[in-house]
Nanobody, 124 residues
Framework: QVQLVESGGGLVQAGGSLRLSCAAS????????MAWFRQAPGKERDFVST????????YYQDSVKGRFTISRDNAKNTVYLQMNNLKPEDTAVYYC?????????????????WGQGTQVTVSS
């Protein structure tokens, strides 16, 4: 089992920045593929970004490329999502997810472990 706890959400003006954190426990963090998803009100939970074990391979949804950066610190069992130049359309609950695999997944069905979510609200 893997337990995930997100933090760092909040209210920010358009153009501002936030850094989300996700602390993991329960399994060897360094062997987990980690990802961020988000869910806006009335919408599906969508892929945002994912990172491999070492942090050397990262993937992003097109709408966040160049603005968001995913990273991980295996010594701290933590994955981060640095979000810059935030837009109102980034408003959502952001979820951390994990999977034990060699390969990334861009689908929520590919992740068995989830955090409780953290709210990000971007005002215009």
């Amino acid at each position: 089992q893997v337990q995930l706890v997100e933090s760092g959400g909040g209210l920010v003006q358009a153009g501002g920045s936030l850094r989300l954190s996700c602390a993991a426990s329960g399994r060897t963090f360094g062997r987990l593929i980690m990802a961020w998803f988000r869910q806006a009100p009335g919408k599906e939970r969508d892929f945002v970004s994912t990172i491999d074990w070492s942090g050397s391979s990262t993937y992003y949804q097109d709408s966040v490329k160049g603005r968001f950066t995913i990273s991980r610190d295996n010594a701290k069992n933590t994955v981060y999502l640095q979000m810059n130049n935030l837009k109102p359309e980034d408003t959502a609950v952001y979820y951390c997810a994990a999977r034990s695999s060699y390969y990334p997944s861009f689908e929520k069905s590919g992740y068995p472990y989830w955090g409780q979510g953290t709210q990000v609200t971007v005002s215009s």
